[in-house]
């Protein structure tokens, strides 16, 4: 998942972490099996399900992380109706997960809620059986997305915040703008005290003048911003119930009012297969809809071959009465036991010649256009599903390289493009929900681990300030490795102690999925082209060599590295802290 920078505030280094967060979640939730899981799930009945949630982090048990958690039954999500699948179900108002727990893993998820019973009541069309037996218990989970209201402002920075934000940042430059007038009045106050004639006589003193008319300028330059127009806008939030046969079970407390959930997406990704609406009324497909009559004739060319490869060892015998006479058993077990030798009674025409011993009648041959139906109906059965060449693929010699196997495996990927298209915009619309989530589960001072492409992990302080970022990272600098100490002291400078750093509630972010080779696989397609670069160009060695040991995997590929790296031209390569 790849997150870009929406409006103003947000910013590159802010769609890295953000990136780096959900590359974490989606590792340690083995969405790579999820993701796949329900892609199989949507090409063998044309839908496919996940869904988030929240949990409490193993190395500390007060902060929450966000985690991807598969739906084995995708035919027990019932989203919106209304809402549309073009989009991933992105406008979906509300959404029911119904699943049936054993009794046991009710009553350890939910020991304060009541059994089901026969005396329970229930309502109109809802039948016991349908809800719970000696077993098994219903659960539904439902989230509902709730809009309200809020009034945004315009002020004349041009910068749009929310009324709150506004009004405590004007109050903030009212109070700056106060304390600077006094601070002003005391540099005035002091500077009357100084004589004329030894500022006019003392460098020294003309200088510190100079100085404190500067000071004075600095504190007279802040302004209050102003608002310029304010609007009300539509804002979304996510409430969610458990509900049994019984009750209402989460929140045990102002149950009505359901309880809220993180983020301002339903959390639950429904992937849909291809649709055509017809008459008013949606049709869903999967990958093997259109095979269906291919796969008959198929079974059809298959089963008469085999009936025909079965009858020939029971082809029957040509033979007169007498010659079978006393033989009879013998004759009639030919097709069941192995005997070794079968006997027969010699038998003569009316003209007095012998008639020749029992036959086999000689068994019916396959009919060669039969080999040529099964054939084609393989080749149809390919076609509608767009699997034109994976038997090339599966008979492939060993000495194939991977690039001569990805090549061969485009034609499938394009004739499965669909099915591949929302795949990717189901993992991108998980992005969103999980960007949706950050800011209010990421929402305290914390250390944020995030993953890069190439699977190394870093951490990076979130929620901070600038002073307390530089503290952490001058602390532990093995920890925060990876984070620029001379660009942070930089903005340190600049933006003042008090500054925020890594604010996960500030900007507004957007994300796609990118789909393609891991990066495992893009290290070794580099290698391959760079080695075969510089073998062509031998001067290139030189300026490519660090890149080369670094795409590399043997032991020791980090120190070749390093010592490559000095002997580089300088400017060639940013220094490593």
Excluded at 46 to 61: M, V
Excluded at 262 to 284: C, M, Q, W
Excluded at 478 to 484: E, G, R, T, V, W
Aim: proline residues 7%; glycine residues 6%; contains cysteine.
């Amino acid at each position: 998942v790849k997150v870009n920078p929406v409006d103003t505030k947000a910013t590159p280094e802010g769609s890295q972490i953000r990136a780096g967060i959900i590359a974490t979640v989606e590792s340690k939730s083995q969405a790579d099996q999820i993701y796949l899981a329900a892609t199989k799930q949507m090409a063998e009945c044309g839908y496919g399900a996940w869904r988030y949630s929240t949990k409490y982090t193993e190395e500390n048990p007060f902060l929450m992380e966000i985690t991807i958690l598969p739906i084995d039954n995708p035919l027990s999500v019932f989203m919106d109706s209304e809402a549309s699948a073009t989009i991933m179900y992105a406008d979906a108002s509300h959404c029911f997960l119904v699943d049936s727990i054993s009794q046991k893993t009710y009553e350890e998820k939910y020991p304060w809620a009541e059994m089901p019973s026969d005396s329970i009541k229930v309502g109109t069309g809802i039948s016991q059986e349908h809800w719970w037996d000696k077993e098994n218990i219903t659960v539904a989970e439902y989230f509902q997305r709730v809009k309200y209201k809020k009034t945004v402002c315009l002020m004349d920075t041009q910068e749009v915040l929310e009324e709150k934000e506004a009004t405590e940042k004007i109050e903030k430059a009212e109070n700056q703008k106060k304390a600077n007038e006094a601070k002003i009045a005391l540099i005035k106050q002091q500077m009357a005290m100084v004589p004329p004639q030894n500022v006019q006589q003392n460098p020294q003193g003309q200088q510190i003048m100079g100085e404190a008319q500067k000071r004075i300028q600095q504190l007279s330059s802040i302004k209050v911003p102003k608002i310029v127009k304010t609007r009300e806008i539509d804002c979304y939030k996510i409430k969610h119930w458990v509900i049994s046969p019984s009750d209402i079970i989460a929140p045990k407390t102002n149950k009505l009012a359901g309880e809220d959930f993180a983020g301002n997406l339903i959390p639950v990704v429904l992937l849909t297969g291809p649709s055509r609406n017809i008459e008013g009324k949606t049709h869903v497909e999967n990958l093997t809809k259109h095979a269906h009559d291919p796969q008959r004739l198929y079974n059809y060319g298959l089963t008469a071959f085999a009936e025909t490869v079965a009858l020939q060892p029971k082809s029957p015998w040509i033979a007169t009465p007498k010659q079978v006479a006393g033989f009879e058993k013998d004759y009639a077990e030919a097709n069941t036991a192995n005997l070794p030798v079968m006997l027969y009674n010699p038998d003569v025409t009316d003209s007095g010649a012998l008639v020749p011993p029992p036959q086999r009648v000689p068994p019916g041959q396959v009919p060669a256009g039969l080999f040529a139906q099964i054939e084609r109906s393989d080749l149809d059965m390919r076609d509608a599903i767009g699997m034109h060449f994976t038997r090339d693929i599966s008979q492939a010699q060993p000495d194939k390289s991977g690039a001569a196997l990805i090549e061969m495996q485009k034609p499938a990927d394009v004739g499965n493009v669909e099915f591949i298209d929302i795949m990717k915009n189901g993992i991108a619309h998980g992005g969103r929900i999980m960007l949706g989530m950050i800011p209010e589960i990421y929402d305290t001072e914390r250390d944020a681990r995030v993953k890069n492409p190439d699977d190394s992990e870093y951490f990076v302080p979130i929620n901070t300030t600038m002073k307390n970022a530089v503290d952490m990272v001058k602390g532990d600098r093995m920890k925060y490795a990876n984070l620029p100490l001379r660009k942070m002291n930089q903005m340190l400078s600049k933006y003042g102690p008090d500054a925020e750093y890594n604010p996960m509630s500030i900007g507004k972010y957007d994300c796609v999925a990118e789909t393609g080779p891991k990066f495992a696989t893009q290290l070794q397609e580099s290698l391959r082209f760079m080695t075969a670069f510089v073998q062509g160009d031998p001067q290139a060695k030189r300026l490519l060599g660090d890149l080369i040991l670094k795409a590399a995997d043997f032991p020791y590929t980090e120190e070749a590295e390093r010592r490559w790296r000095k002997i580089l031209p300088p400017g060639m390569a940013e220094p490593k802290e």
